[in-house]
């Protein structure tokens, strides 16, 4: 049985186990996680939160593609709309999400 150190001057790690690389980020091409869940980092502005960078790349691209003038600056519009549109809590940085625009 391999002991997968480099202590004792054998070459064994040539069969190391696989790594888990769920949280690897994919170069930007792709999504990670859920579609559905994508699709909400990105309309929320939450794209380059750390949490999320890089594991729903495709679905942030998309967004800022096709964004056009009309949209969000603030982060979180869409998923407390009915905070974040109030007249206190800057509804100028929510105008998509808000209908001001």
Same mark, same amino acid.
């Given at each position: 049985m391999p002991d997968f150190d480099d202590y004792n001057g054998d070459d064994d790690d040539t069969n190391l186990p696989p790594v888990d690389?769920?949280?690897a980020d994919? &170069?930007?091409d792709a999504d990670?996680?859920? =579609?559905d869940y994508c699709k909400s980092i990105a309309v929320n502005n939450w794209c380059a939160e *750390? /949490?999320?960078? &890089? *594991?729903? #790349? =495709?679905?942030? *691209?998309? %967004?800022?593609k /096709? *964004? &056009? #003038?009309?949209?969000d600056?603030?982060?979180?519009?869409? =998923? %407390?709309k009915a905070e974040m549109c109030k007249p206190n %809590? %800057?509804?100028?940085e929510r105008k998509k999400t808000c209908g001001k625009c």
């Open positions: 690389d769920d949280d994919d &170069g930007g990670v996680y859920d =579609a *750390k /949490n999320f960078v &890089g *594991k729903c #790349s =495709a679905s942030c *691209k998309e %967004y800022e /096709n *964004k &056009g #003038s009309c949209f600056e603030a982060q979180g519009c869409v =998923a %407390y %809590y %800057y509804p100028d």
